[in-house]
């Protein structure tokens, strides 16, 4: 079983669309959980980073963070041709490595 | 700010060539990272420096030598190397729970 499973996707919307993404992960004492977006040739950015249970808005996104079923979730609103990128999660237990999912690949399309 | 610097954004390099990587942050952080990233892949870890000591060398073949002059500057040195290292090389660095990426050198070996 992998660490941090995501789908690969592509998932593609619709602009203005709400866009759904999801991670689960294996390690039951991961503490801390990122999104990162990551453009075509470029390198990641982070952009929600989410430590307890819940959800945490920041803008369009909003993370969600089930630490009982072992699961996080990036919701972006009113989807933008702007963020078609590949979406990583990140998984980290306290003083361990950062761990990456796979990455999925959203379209939004015009 | 949250920057973290690399040089050069491009190398095209032989196998029989020398060159080194440079990556910067001036945020105060005491880990810093070097990842690989090959296309459609998420990074892979390859060293860790914490407080200017090697932590983590994640089983990398010893034609790539990192080296940390100081909190603020991490190099990775290359020699020797392969077609297939060819890949974009991202330098991070963190604080607390929070991994920044700078930019990536896309390296070509021909």
């Known amino acids: 079983q992998k660490e941090v499973e995501q789908n690969s996707g592509p998932l593609s919307v619709p602009e203005g669309a709400i866009a759904s993404l999801n991670c689960t992960y294996s390690?039951?004492?991961?503490?801390?959980f990122f999104w990162y977006r990551q453009y075509s040739g470029k390198s990641p950015e982070l952009i929600m980073s989410i430590y307890s249970n819940g959800d945490k808005e920041d803008g369009r996104f909003t993370a969600q963070l089930n630490k009982a079923s072992q699961y996080v979730s990036l919701l972006i609103r009113d989807s933008q041709p702007s963020d078609s990128a590949t979406y990583l999660c990140a998984v980290r237990r306290y003083g361990q490595n950062f761990v990456f999912g796979p990455g999925t690949r959203l379209s939004v399309l015009p | 700010d949250t920057e973290v610097t690399q040089t050069p954004k491009h190398l095209v390099m032989g196998m029989t060539n020398k060159k080194s990587l440079k990556c910067e942050q001036h945020m105060g952080h005491r880990a810093m990272y070097w990842y690989k990233q090959k296309a459609k892949k998420p990074p892979e870890l390859m060293f860790v420096?914490?407080?200017?000591?090697?932590?983590i060398n994640e089983s990398v073949p010893s034609r790539f030598s990192p080296e940390c002059p100081n909190s603020s500057l991490l190099n990775l040195h290359l020699h020797a190397l392969q077609p297939e290292d060819s890949a974009l090389y991202l330098c991070?660095?963190?604080?607390?729970?929070?991994?920044?990426f700078g930019p990536g050198t896309r390296l070509t070996v021909l």
């Open positions: 420096y914490s407080y200017e000591k090697l932590s």
């Open positions: 390690d039951r004492v991961s503490q801390s």
């Open positions: 991070a660095s963190s604080q607390e729970n929070t991994q920044y």
